[in-house]
T-cell receptor, first 113, second 114 residues
Framework: DAKTTQPNSMESNEEEPVHLPCNHS???????IHWYRQLPSQGPEYVIH???SNVNNRMASLAIAEDRKSSTLILHRATLRDAAVYYC??????????????FGQGTILTVHP | AAGVIQSPRHLIKEKRETATLKCYPI?????VYWYQQGPGQDPQFLIS???????DKGSIPDRFSAQQFSDYHSELNMSSLELGDSALYFC?????????????FGQGTRLTVV
């Protein structure tokens, strides 16, 4: 069972950076870390994923601890549209089991104007 | 760009009736996944298909069945509906044969069983 631990909720102000933590202390060597988010009344949306190195894309950055037991999703400048539930998920990259994502309790991010 | 299309968007059924949910993946995507999200809950994986063959199975009730057709669209069939089946049902697709690492989700079908 792919377990990750995230805070229930976090708050941020608009245009400030947000650091969303995730613990995955039992992660295996081949598990990737994936982040998805779900805006109200919408389907989940891919944000970013990584294995060992820090990763950047147009939406966010992912910082992975050297021991891989934790990671942090970084939104560099939060906007009101970033208010969502953020899910940190351990899983494969590629292979037919990729999409069998185990959504645990995510972090509800509130962004204040 | 084309996204995952689900139909219908809303469905109301009575207990013991049947329901069919449809999913049209992004063109050329070879894999489809179904998820169920109950009120106030996180999405739960139900079942997936790769190249029209069932590839993985999650917590899908025996009353539910699904298949992927030759044109890659998928249908989730739900029989003997119960009140507890009321939920959002999401379909997602990806392109695994190209080593995809991202699943694209549809807007979901909201099923209400009364």
């Amino acid at each position: 069972d792919a377990k990750t631990t995230q805070p229930n909720s976090m708050e941020s102000n608009e245009e400030e950076p947000v650091h969303l933590p995730c613990n995955h202390s039992t992660i295996s060597g081949t598990d990737y870390i994936h982040w998805y988010r779900q805006l109200p009344s919408q389907g989940p949306e891919y944000v970013i994923h990584g294995l060992t190195s820090n990763v950047n894309n147009r939406m966010a950055s992912l910082a992975i601890a050297e021991d891989r037991k934790s990671s942090t999703l970084i939104l560099h400048r939060a906007t009101l549209r970033d208010a969502a539930v953020y899910y940190c998920i351990r899983g494969f990259a590629g292979g037919t089991s990729y999409g069998k994502l185990t959504f645990g309790q995510g972090t509800i991010l509130t962004v204040h104007p | 760009a084309a996204g995952v299309i689900q139909s219908p968007r809303h469905l109301i059924k009575e207990k013991r009736e049947t329901a069919t949910l449809k999913c049209y993946p992004i063109p050329r995507h070879d894999t489809v996944y179904w998820y169920q999200q109950g009120p106030g809950q996180d999405p739960q994986f139900l079942i997936s298909f790769y190249e029209k063959m069932q590839s993985d199975k999650g917590s899908i009730p025996d009353r539910f069945s699904a298949q992927q057709f030759s044109d890659y669209h998928s249908e989730l069939n739900m029989s003997s509906l119960e009140l507890g089946d009321s939920a959002l049902y999401f379909c997602a697709s990806s392109l695994l044969r190209r080593g995809a690492t991202e699943a694209f989700f549809g807007q979901g079908t909201r099923l209400t069983v009364v």
